[in-house]
């Protein structure tokens, strides 16, 4: 169907449009014509992803010299994969309404979507069709790696002009010496697919890259990479524009004129976190000194072989050519870091390297060393607690090692170029001494925004980064427009301070419904009247589980399908879990439905929830014990019968006696202001409207939302929750007991079980 927004007409594949759907489209034109960054919280199953591609193409299409290239950033593969598929049925809605104009006119200057190249982009792992790669033991990406690179394929061609010249010699050549190299690669490269490029016009999921390279006998990960500079619609991960170590190879490229969009992006601030924290422990100081024995080996065995290689690298870096453009012509993804912090010119990888700092390789592995030395105290179980701030620690650093603070940050590009120079394809080894040198880069590049904290008893020394608008400050401020959007986003002020950005237009969006799906209810007493809580100091009552097992136990029996459970944390969990085993509640709920348990191991955890689906296939229903923040909770849809009813026991608050989590606070508190009740708070919440909202997927779908905690009744919590949930929330459903909160349940699921007209 064709909408009109604003005087700009946009193709929606589908035959309807949700009210909110439309809101968003307008708020979201609003910020394109502005050029400003958006702040959107759209319900959840409400076709959130479709909404923007269909906005964002058109306008695109209308604006070709504004804004060239959408960048579509997912959580996982799995999201990835599910928003090139609309993005296709998108295309095609696009590519059948203009045939049909052209049809009624004869005008065909409106063939717009034959311009625009749409794929995603994921890792070797996920495109990878080689099968001795993949089997590799080291790794796909060592094993793609140990047969593409330059040194290799080199040898090889060396090898095979031997055995050419030794034929014409009537010598029969040994051709046992030539490395194995990657056959799809090399018909890529040097092939029928040297000069090709994805025609445009078509999406390209992953699946359809692995196919074509079957079919063509090329790559589909090094294609990918060779068009993603020319297509329109790029979808990838968060980590391609976050994470520096792989957005200075795969995003650099992209110019100033894209949209991009964060879906899901209700935890990015920890997600920019985690791109810059690095956590060294005593076992990996030990293994990245047998990596720097090994590489100290590697290097005297290339001296002999030939220091003329040695020597142009070094040459090559002593004139400032800038790391990055040393990985794009030899195609990797390498070092981490660098941008600038304080308004200068702080890019490390533009300076040329200074003075003689790392000239020499073995200056460079005597650097190394000391720095090894320096850091292994500081994860000594003998060591005592402390934190230091990153400048404090940098100048003790620099004194220990007799280098200054300036040369720290090329340590990580260092021995990437050091890497490569001795030839070593299987990087996955050193990866000990790699998180070394990141660690050493990021301490001399942030003189503010982290902290360093010891753990000795846990032998961990801790680089964590405090400020999660140092990762995604460059996406904002290279981008004319970037899109945060997510389901869970309330409060709205939160993010622009947290990640300080401007947000030129911030809304939340209301559902609407034909009828009222959700029956979330706030459940504050057991069947006993004891007040409900998970607080640490009252989780060890004896009545706190077993009126928490009561709940399940009741909700179990009247929902007759699916039940998903969140508790605040595995150990509460664990807890909750021995209680009913000993009074045999656990037993009383398996009466009524299977009960599967999710584990923090990947393994059992996707058995779990495989088992938990069958038995809900079966008709019998099944309840599904799993923790907020883990897997269930971030990337699984509960939707239609999964998940009929979820219970939240407690709210999941982080473990406040964190360390981290205190020098988190209160940096934000001095930093942005933000408190440290509002903070722990907004966390929790977001972290429980995530859990509920698994269970709500798309308009014909409902369900019961339990907040199983007495301190969810508070206004606090309350306002924090997301529009689209507080919209049905009712006087009656807050403070309500076990038997209340079942009367409201059967009363809900009889109206759900009339036909929808």
């Not at 306008?59 to 999201?79: I, Q």
């Not at 979808?235 to 100033?256: K, M, N, T």
């Not at 024995?293 to 800038?322: I, Q």
């Not at 919440?685 to 698994?694: E, I, P, T």
């Amino acid at each position: 169907m064709l909408v009109d927004i604003e005087d700009l007409a946009v193709e929606f594949p589908y035959p309807s449009l949700y009210a909110e759907q439309r809101q968003y489209m307008h708020a979201l034109k609003r910020v394109l014509d502005g050029g400003g960054h958006g702040l959107f919280e759209m319900p959840s199953g409400t076709g959130k992803t479709v909404t923007i591609l269909s906005l964002v193409v058109a306008y695109l299409r209308r604006h070709p010299s504004r804004y060239r290239r959408l960048v579509y950033c997912t959580r996982t593969v799995e999201e990835m994969e599910k928003v090139l598929q609309e993005l296709r049925l998108l295309v095609r809605g696009n590519a059948a309404a203009a045939a049909a104009k052209d049809g009624d006119d004869g005008d065909d200057d409106d063939d717009d979507d034959a311009s625009l190249l749409s794929l995603g982009l994921a890792s070797r792992n996920h495109l990878c069709i080689n099968e001795e790669v993949l089997r590799c033991s080291k790794g796909v990406d060592s094993g793609c790696r140990a047969r593409t690179a330059s040194w290799v394929r080199e040898r090889a061609a060396a090898a095979s002009a031997a055995v050419q010249r030794d034929a014409g010699d009537g010598i029969d050549g040994d051709r046992s010496t030539a490395p194995a190299l990657c056959e799809f690669y090399e018909e890529l490269e040097q092939g029928t697919g040297r000069d090709f490029i994805l025609p445009a016009g078509g999406v390209y999921t992953l699946q359809d890259l692995r196919e074509l390279g079957r079919r063509r006998h090329w790559c589909p990960y090094f294609l990918a990479r060779r068009c993603i500079a020319l297509a329109q619609v790029v979808v990838f991960s968060y980590q391609y524009l976050i994470d520096p170590r792989v957005a200075r190879v795969v995003s650099s490229g992209f110019g100033e004129a894209s949209v991009v969009v964060f879906d899901e992006a209700h935890n990015i601030d920890n997600v920019c976190i985690e791109a810059l924290s690095i956590d060294v422990s005593e076992r990996l100081l030990e293994q990245a000194t047998r990596n720097l024995n090994a590489l100290a080996g590697r290097l005297l065995e290339v001296k002999r072989a030939g220091a003329r290689r040695l020597s142009r690298a070094y040459e090559r870096l002593m004139r400032g050519l800038s790391a990055a453009e040393q990985r794009l012509a030899e195609r990797e993804l390498a070092a981490p870091v660098i941008q600038a912090t304080d308004g200068r010119d702080h890019d490390a990888l533009a300076d040329s390297l200074p003075g003689n700092e790392f000239r020499k390789a073995d200056d460079f592995l005597a650097f190394l060393r000391a720095a090894l030395q320096f850091l292994r105290p500081e994860t000594s179980g003998d060591s005592v607690a402390r934190q230091q701030s990153p400048l404090g620690f940098r100048a003790r650093l620099c004194a220990e090692t007799r280098h200054e603070p300036r040369a720290l940050r090329f340590v990580s590009e260092r021995l990437v170029s050091l890497l490569w120079t001795l030839e070593l394809s299987d990087w996955t080894a050193f990866l000990p001494l790699q998180k070394v040198a990141e660690f050493c880069s990021l301490i001399g590049t942030y003189p503010a925004g982290f902290v360093v904290l010891n753990e000795p008893e846990e032998r961990v020394l801790h680089l964590a980064c405090l400020d999660a608008s140092l990762a995604v400050k460059p996406v904002f401020d290279k981008f004319q427009c970037v899109i945060i959007t997510s389901g869970t986003l309330s409060p709205l002020w939160v993010y622009p301070r947290m990640l300080s950005f401007r947000a030129s237009v911030a809304e939340s969006f209301p559902m609407s419904l034909q009828r009222e799906c959700i029956c979330p209810l706030i459940v504050t007493r057991g069947s006993d009247q004891t007040l409900l809580s998970s607080q640490y100091s009252l989780r060890s009552e004896p009545s706190i589980a077993r009126n928490y097992g009561e709940l399940l136990l009741r909700m179990a029996a009247a929902v007759p399908d699916g039940v998903v459970c969140f508790f605040p944390s595995y150990e509460f969990l664990q807890g909750v879990l021995s209680a009913w085993i000993a009074t045999g509640m656990l037993e009383r709920v398996r009466h009524t439905k299977l009960v599967f348990i999710e584990t923090p191991d990947a393994l059992e955890a996707n058995a779990a929830l495989c088992n938990f689906r069958v038995a809900c296939d079966a008709g019998r229903g099944a309840v599904l014990l799993s923790v907020a923040r883990g897997k269930a909770a971030e990337g699984i849809d509960f939707d239609g019968h999964y998940g009929r009813c979820v219970l939240l026991f407690g709210v999941p608050f982080q473990y406040s006696e964190s360390r981290i989590l205190r020098a988190r606070l209160a940096f934000l508190h001095e930093q942005y202001r933000i408190r440290e009740d509002d903070f722990l708070i907004f966390d929790a919440m977001r972290q429980a409207a995530q859990c509920v909202g698994r269970v709500i997927r798309n308009k014909r779908d409902y369900g019961i939302m339990v907040f199983a905690d007495r301190r969810y009744a508070r206004p606090s919590q309350l306002q924090k929750l997301p529009r689209w949930i507080s919209q049905f929330i009712l006087d009656a459903y807050i403070g309500v007991d076990v038997e209340s909160a079942l009367h409201f349940a059967r009363q809900f699921l009889l109206h759900m079980a009339q036909p929808l007209l």
